[in-house]
């Protein structure tokens, strides 16, 4: 293995990441720019160069199939089995295994599943889903919270929790003695049990860094604090130490992950050394002009590497059917141009979203495949729905009425008060409902048997993880896959953002989802929304997106033959159009500083967003925000002509200028 040869085909900031000397190095690697072969010729090239031992590398990542990934990369790099590349979770209990041996301790059994605990410890209550309490605590545990600060911590975060903030912390704390009683541990406790094990015993301590002295993390924007402190105990005072990640795609809040983390290691640690890769080897220019546009120019600018593009597309559709009609379309006819099946996937923000458009490729004689798992079909809540309906001899007219009613009972899809799991379950239940109510219009004697029968119509285009079939995939289970044709479908608000984000980091959070999934895109992205979607039996008007608004002026400005960078400076200019004003001076709103900054500030989005300045914020809305000086989203909102959707979106601007001119 020739270190020189590992430098081949690198570019000049990755050759700096993989050969940099010193630590800790901290990679902020944009969509695109390489970061897993930064990580692996960087490992390979340090033992090329005699200054690692392959058997003492230690390369952490987030899934099995991932971590099989990077040793096949290594393997291919001529490092064969040496290094030990796995998950938290797999690292953390082959050492456990490893000690227990040793000191000749029976192994207490994994509790691999932890439903069936938690749901003879909560009982039976209405409206409390044992999922969305296993849910709870896992983010509870991943984030080192303490049934003492549960309370303060989930209401800081934004949560709603499935039982009340007393039950819940004592849930917590009757869970932790269940399993000490029953000699089981979670998965969570593993990394637990292995901090513990190396801050009780130094020498063990000492044992385990020796043995794993190159520590190497993949993806570090989705680490959660409690596998933050295993990396601690882990390194101990070393330095060397390489951490690759994106903050642009920190999508994993929900589920306990700090993107702080990653974002904020270079102030942790004054001596870390960071390197950022912007060049993008994967998506044309108007491509990426899209993904500024999802983060509304605040992410940083990915250099893009490839030849100029199509311009992205914006459809509205009157119906959720007719944008699935819409893009079944579109999709044929990209494939007659002579590109396969596997080269377009459809990308929705939630499962339930994935029906119609399943069953309109499926008309027309379109493959699928659903990626991540089988969609809102193979959900628990519909494979019990499906085993009561499908029985032989029951009213299915009836039965279907009681879950309309069901559906009704428990409110709109989209509340904003309800759980992460309350929402999902609902939209997929209300996606088995239309697909029932399709069933009974097509059949005169409706029953159990033929609507499992009919039901499996729907999956029956689906192909295996080899065929060539379209993607139909979640944003979330897009992250880390690419395709050359991207369909973004259902771009509304109560799905982008989800109808429960609520506080600034959630929302930031969905910013950042669209952009992954925007970012998935190779050649050519297509964006789409409807202005009716049907929920079960519940037809509901819609309304684009708010991120769609800065999506369209960066089309408009694409069209007109603007290259795709004078868009990202426009937005930048309007951001610091205010700077050079001087400070606030009285509190008179007319021939006021302020009210002429924010003007001016309107102004400039106005020219970014190519819209009249009025419909960013009336003259009006300017004076009483010049008067009132709002300081907090809190103050802002209670402002004539300040909605949600302009809280949302310039909120962050107008605090920003009251605070700079008071």
């Known amino acids: 293995m020739n270190a020189d040869d590992l ?11 993989t050969t940099c000397e010193g630590g800790p190095l901290v990679v902020l690697a944009g969509a695109g720019s390489g970061k897993t072969r930064v990580l692996t010729r960087r490992i390979a090239w340090r033992v090329a160069n005699g200054q690692t031992d392959p058997n003492r590398v230690l390369a952490l990542t987030f899934t099995r199939k991932a971590a099989g990934e990077l040793r096949n990369r290594l393997r ?22 490893q000690r227990w041996a040793e000191r000749g301790i029976k192994p207490p059994t994994i509790l691999d599943r932890k439903f069936r605990m938690i749901a003879q410890l909560i009982g039976r209550r209405p409206g409390v889903e044992p999922l969305d309490v296993v849910g709870e605590l896992e983010w509870a545990f991943a984030r080192l919270v303490a049934p003492t600060d549960y309370e303060s911590a989930a209401k800081l975060a934004g949560r709603t929790p499935p039982l009340p903030n007393g039950q819940m912390a004592d849930l917590m704390e009757r869970y932790q003695a269940e399993k000490r009683r029953r000699r089981v541990v979670d998965f969570d406790d593993l990394l637990a049990l292995a901090i513990r094990d190396l801050k009780a015993d130094a020498d063990y301590a000492a044992a385990v860094r020796w043995r794993h002295r190159h520590l190497y993390v993949d993806e570090f924007q989705d680490v959660n604090p409690l596998q933050f402190e295993l990396l601690r105990a882990w390194r101990g005072d070393s330095n060397d130490v390489f951490v690759v990640g994106d903050p642009n795609q920190a999508i994993y809040g929900w589920n306990g992950a700090d993107p ?18 912007d060049d993008n080897y994967r998506s044309t220019p108007q491509i990426l002009t899209m993904a500024t546009a999802a983060l509304e120019g605040r992410g940083g600018r990915l250099v893009p590497h490839r030849p100029d593009g199509s311009v992205p597309t914006l459809a509205s559709y009157p119906s959720d059917l007719a944008e699935a009609a819409g893009i079944a379309e579109a999709i044929k006819l990209v494939h007659s141009a002579g590109d396969k099946w596997a080269a377009q996937a459809v990308l929705v923000r939630t499962n339930a979203q994935l029906i119609p458009i399943e069953q309109a490729l499926n008309e027309v004689g379109v493959p699928v495949r659903v990626r991540g798992g089988s969609g809102p079909l193979g959900s628990k809540e519909v494979k019990d729905a499906l085993r009561s309906l499908g029985r032989p001899g029951i009213n299915l007219p009836n039965a279907l009425a009681e879950l309309d009613a069901s559906l009704t009972e428990n409110g709109d899809t989209d509340e904003t008060e309800s759980t992460v799991g309350v929402v999902e379950r609902q939209q997929n239940l209300a996606a088995l409902s239309r697909l029932v109510h399709e069933y009974t219009s097509l059949d005169p004697q409706p029953n159990g048997p033929g609507l ?127 700077k050079s004003i001087p400070k606030r001076a009285g509190k008179n709103p007319v021939d006021d500083p302020l009210f002429d900054a924010l003007r001016q500030w309107r102004s400039g989005r106005a020219k970014a967003a190519d819209v009249p300045a009025y419909l960013i914020f009336s003259d009006q809305s300017l004076r009483a925000i010049a008067k009132r000086q709002p300081t907090t989203r809190g103050q802002m909102a209670r402002i004539s002509g300040v909605g949600p959707v302009k809280l949302e979106r310039y909120a962050e601007d107008i605090i920003k200028m009251v605070n700079d001119f008071s």
């Not at 430098?7 to 990441?17: F, K, P, T």
């Not at 408009?556 to 868009?567: A, M, N, T």
């Open 260 to 277: 702080n983390l990653l974002s904020q290691f270079a102030q942790r640690e004054p001596g870390a050394i960071v390197i950022s890769l």
């Open 76 to 97: 291919a790099g001529g490092m064969r089995d040496s290094v030990v590349a796995g998950t938290f979770h797999g690292v953390a209990l082959t050492q456990l295994r």
């Open 452 to 578: 499992l029968a009919w039901i499996s119509t729907v999956q029956a285009g689906e192909v295996g993880v080899d065929g060539d079939a379209v993607d139909l995939v979640t944003f979330h289970g897009a992250k880390g896959l690419e395709w050359k044709i991207v369909h973004i479908a259902g771009l509304e608000k109560g799905y982008m953002p989800i109808g429960y984000a609520k506080t600034g980091a959630q929302l930031a959070e969905e910013q950042r989802l669209l952009y992954v999934a925007v970012t998935r895109a190779e050649s050519q992205l297509n964006l789409s929304w409807a202005s009716e979607r049907t929920f079960g039996t519940k037809t509901a008007k819609r309304q684009p997106s708010p991120y769609l608004e800065m999506m369209q002026s960066a089309i408009i400005h694409l069209r007109r033959g603007h290259r795709p960078l004078d868009w990202k400076a426009e937005i930048v200019k309007s951001r610091n159009a205010v």
């Open 7 to 17: 430098l081949a085909g690198l570019n000049e900031r990755q050759i700096q990441a």
